[in-house]
C-alpha cells in the first residue's frame, strides 16, 4: 500500500485512466460502445477514491477550481432541468468528471515529477501514432469505409486534434537548450515531433494542422524573435499566406458549412438567451433551428451545404448555446483567471511552466475553435489534468480530513456512484438482450426492453430499438417512445417514423410537420421530398403535391445518382399529368 502513496504511482494511474478512455474511445461496434463508456467511468471513480482514500491531504481549492466546479455544476444542473432526472449518462459523467477533479486536486507534484506526467503523454501519443501507422499499413482494420485511418476516434479529425496537443508539449522539449546537449532525448523529440506531424496531416484536419502551427509560432516567437524587431515583422508577415495555404489545402465547404452553422446557432441563442438550452442539447435542437432557417430561407447554395449536423464546430460557441449568459460568465470568468496566472507581459522571462501551459492551452483552444474535441472524454481528461495540476495562489484549503472520515466518505459517494454506472451498465446489456432476442422469443425481449426502461429511458437510441419492437403490436405506446425520443436525439430517420405512426394514426398535422422538418433539415437531398410528395398525393393535397413537386426540380443535385433522376422523372410526370 505505501507504494500507492507515491506520486510516481499515482501519476502512472492517471495516464493509465486517460489511455483507457482512448482504448475504450474506439467505436468498432455500437453495443460494446455503449458499454465501454461505462467501463471507462467506473475505472474513473476507482481511481478517484483510490486517490482520496490511500493519503487523505488537504484539497487546495483556489477561485479557478471554484470556475470550474460551478461550470461543472451548472452542465449538470442545465441537463437535469431539460430532462428532470439525475439517471442519464451525461449527468452521470459530469458527476464523475467533477470527483475525478477533485481527487486530482489532492495531488501536489514537483518540477520533476510533472515532467514524468508529460512524458508519459508523450509516450502514449506515440503508441497512438504507431496504432494509426498500422491501420495506414493494412495490418489494423480502421472500421470504417471512409477513413483508412482514424486512431481511437470515428473520425481522423478528432485523431489530429488530439495529437496536436501532445504535440505541442513535444515541440516545447525541442525548443529547449538542455535538450540539444542530451543527443539521445534530442534524437527522441525529434523522431517523436516527425511521427505526430505525418499523421497529423494525414488526419487532413485543418483545425489540427492550424493548431500545431499556432504552437510553433508561439514558441518561435518566445524563444528566438521577441528580441530581434525585424525577424518579428518578417515572422508575421508570413503568417497570413501560410494560414491562407493550410485552409485551403481542401475544398473550401467545410469552411463555409462552419460559418453556415455558427450563423444559425448564433440565431437561436436568442430564444434561450439567459440559461441555455441545456448541456449536450446542441445535437438535439439544432435540427429543429436549422428546419426553421431554411424553411424561411431559400438560398441555394446555403442548402447544398445544409445537412443532417449535430455539432457545432466551436466548443465556446456550443458551451453559450447550451449553458447560456449564466454559464458563460461563469466559463470567462475562468479563461481570465488562467490568463491571470500569466499576467506578466509575454516579452518578459516568464517560468518554464508557463510557457508549457500556455502551448498546451493555445493548441486546445484553437482545435476547439473549428472542431469538437469535448464530446470525446480523452480531451475532457487532458484539460481536466492540466488545470488541476497547476501552481496557482490558492484561495483557501478543504481543512484535512481525518483517516476514518475520508475514507467513510469517499467510500459513500464510490459506491453510490459505482452503483449508478453498474446499472445503466446493466441496462445497456438487458437492451442488447433485447434487441437480439425480439424474433426467437419476443416474451423475453419486452421483459427485458421494460427492465431497461427506468435507466435508459433518455437514451434516444434505445427508445427508437423499443419503438420498433412494440410498433405492431403496440402502435400508441411506440409513438409515444418516439415523441420522448424526440428530447434527446433528432435525427432525420427519427423524424420519418414518427411521421408514419402520426399518419397511421391520423393524426395528419403532425404526420406532415414531422416530414416538413425532414426535408428542410437537410433540404438538398431528394429522398425527403419524395416522402413528401408521396404524403400529399395520398391525403389528395393536390395543391401542396404540386409544389413540392416544383420544388424537387428546382433543388440543386450534390451527388448525381440513378435515385435522383428517377424522382426527378417521377416529379416531372405528376406536373405533367395534374397541369
Known sequence: MNLFKTNSVKIVLIVTVLIAS??????????????????VL??????????????????????????IILVLSITILSRFFRLNTFNEIHIINSFILLIYYLAIKSLKLSAKEKKIY???????????????????????DP??????????????????????????LVLYELFQKNTYSNIPKLITYLFTAIIMLFIIIKSESRAAILASFFTFLILLYYYFLRKRVFAKYAAFAIIFPILFLIITTKSTDSIVGRLLIWKITFFSFLENPVTGIGYGMFQTD???????????????QE????????????????????????????????????????????????????????VFYCSFA?????SYPLQFLPFKLLLLNQIALEETTICFSIPKIKMYSAKTIGCCVSLFLLYTVNNQYNAIRAWKEA??????????????????????????????????????????????LLEKAKETGNSPLLQLKLSKLYEAKKDFEQAEKSLLQRHYTSPHLFKPQEDLLDYYIRRSLFYKANWIARRILQTPIKIPSEEVKNIITKAKHYINNNN
Open 22 to 39: 482512448l482504448i475504450f474511445n474506439h467505436n468498432i461496434d455500437f453495443w460494446k460502445f455503449k458499454q465501454n463508456q461505462f467501463i
Open 42 to 67: 467506473f475505472y474513473m471513480v476507482v481511481f478517484s477514491f483510490l486517490l482520496f482514500i490511500i493519503k487523505p491531504q488537504k484539497i487546495r481549492v483556489n477561485k479557478l477550481d471554484l470556475i
Open 118 to 140: 508529460y512524458q508519459l503523454l508523450t509516450l502514449t501519443g506515440v503508441f497512438l501514432c504507431f496504432y494509426c501507422l498500422l491501420e495506414l499499413g493494412g495490418y489494423v
Open 143 to 168: 472500421s470504417n469505409i471512409y477513413w483508412n485511418m482514424k486512431g481511437n476516434f470515428r473520425n481522423p479529425g478528432p485523431l489530429g486534434g488530439f495529437l496536436s496537443i501532445l504535440f505541442a
Open 286 to 300: 439544432y435540427m429543429n433551428f436549422q428546419a426553421e432557417y431554411f424553411s424561411k430561407n431559400d438560398i441555394q
Open 303 to 358: 442548402i447544398l451545404l445544409a445537412n443532417a449536423n449535430t455539432q457545432a464546430f466551436n466548443e465556446i460557441l456550443k458551451f453559450i448555446i447550451e449553458n447560456g449568459i449564466i454559464g458563460t460568465l461563469l466559463l470567462l470568468i475562468g479563461i481570465l483567471w488562467i490568463l491571470k496566472n500569466y499576467n506578466k507581459k509575454f516579452t518578459n522571462d516568464i517560468s518554464k511552466t508557463s510557457v508549457q501551459s500556455i
Open 366 to 370: 484553437v482545435f476547439a475553435s473549428f
Open 435 to 480: 434487441s437480439e432476442r425480439q424474433f426467437d422469443n419476443p416474451t423475453r425481449s419486452a421483459n427485458l426492453y421494460k427492465t431497461a426502461f427506468n435507466n435508459l429511458e433518455n437514451d434516444d437510441s434505445y427508445l427508437i430499438h423499443y419503438s420498433r419492437f412494440l410498433e405492431e403490436n403496440n402502435p400508441k405506446k411506440a409513438l409515444s
